[in-house]
């Protein structure tokens, strides 16, 4: 009954993350407010990185609920956290350290470089939320399962984790291409996109505090 339990959990976070994609894939639609310029810019620039990273999500959840037995699962999910975790943190010190840069940019009068930055801050802010909110998800799931991890090697885990980071590093290269051609891109109409089903938000387009 508990292995059916955490089975279950998984495919309902799956069902989240489906909802909360088609959130995003429907951003162009009346719900979402136009804007131009540089707004624009920065809007679409937020929506893609939320887009991306719950899309890395759905998959790897859907793929890790195809494992032939519980135990795998299990530790699938494990893993799972673990790689939402490093990003988040990870993408967390970048922001970090561009803020800085920004600030460095300021001073010495270079605004060029620093709208350059501005943008950067936006989507790697976008990233942090992002990751923060997968890694919650996952915890929260784990944690109202009360299943314990399988011992698996922890090369294969951090193979998995960079595999990660690097399809998203691709998927920003790709977005970066798309924003600047666009005349307009969107805003979401509220800062608080909600899914439907759960207590937490898998994207929330409103950092926790």
Known sequence: MESESFRSRVMSLI?????ALRLYNSAGSASFVRMEGVSAELSGAQVAEWREINGVLLRKLTEAADAPNT??????????RNE????WRTSESELVLAQRDL???????DFIRATTL???????KARVQAGQAA????????????????????????????STIALLD????ASEGRIANDDQLIQPSAPQLRLAAGGSNVIPLKPRR
């Not at 069902?15 to 909802?19: A, G, N, V």
């Not at 939402?84 to 990003?87: E, N, Y």
């Not at 600030?103 to 009068?109: F, Y």
């Open 15 to 19: 069902q989240k993350s489906r909802r």
């Open 71 to 80: 135990k795998k699962l299990i530790y699938q999910v494990f893993s799972l």
């Open 84 to 87: 939402f975790h490093s990003l």
């Open 103 to 109: 600030i460095a940019c300021a001073e010495k009068g």
């Open 118 to 124: 501005s943008t950067q801050l936006v989507s790697l």
């Open 135 to 162: 890694h919650h998800e996952l915890d929260s799931l784990i944690k109202k399962s009360r299943v314990v991890r399988p011992a698996a090697e922890l090369s294969e885990e951090g193979a998995t984790v960079l």
């Open 170 to 173: 691709e998927q920003a290269i």
